[in-house]
């Protein structure tokens, strides 16, 4: 997979979680405090304050950021188990086969059956944009 193949998958990830159209993976324990799965922990948030009563989902939006995901879809190219959105958009674009799934209940990426819809359609139409405006720009055109 190309870099820009590569930039491309983060930005529509990012894009999505950023619409709320995917959530990260993850909990809200008995204090109402989000947490993420071990799947959605990429090590990063060292420097994100732990959640408390008042700050509920600084690790989840923490988990919508562009650096997060970009680290996300890098663990999914070296073949780690990670969250079904990253998953998803990595498996579509050829890199590796999606693992078999346990048949446990998982937390749901997306949250409703029209989510997945409205979130697919972005997704196709936006490397439909990103493949045009890659031919456009291999023929001179602005």
Known sequence: MTEAKIAAVVNAIYQ????????PEGYIDEKGRW?????????DGKSVSMPTEKSRYSFKIHCRSKHHVRILVGRALQGHDVPPDVRALVSVHGVRKEPEQPATKKPEAVKSATQRALAETFLQEFFAFLEHRS???KHGMA
């Open 16 to 23: 999505s979680r950023k619409l709320k159209l995917t959530e």
């Open 35 to 43: 947490f993420p799965t071990p799947r959605e922990d990429a090590g």
């Open 135 to 137: 031919s456009n720009a």
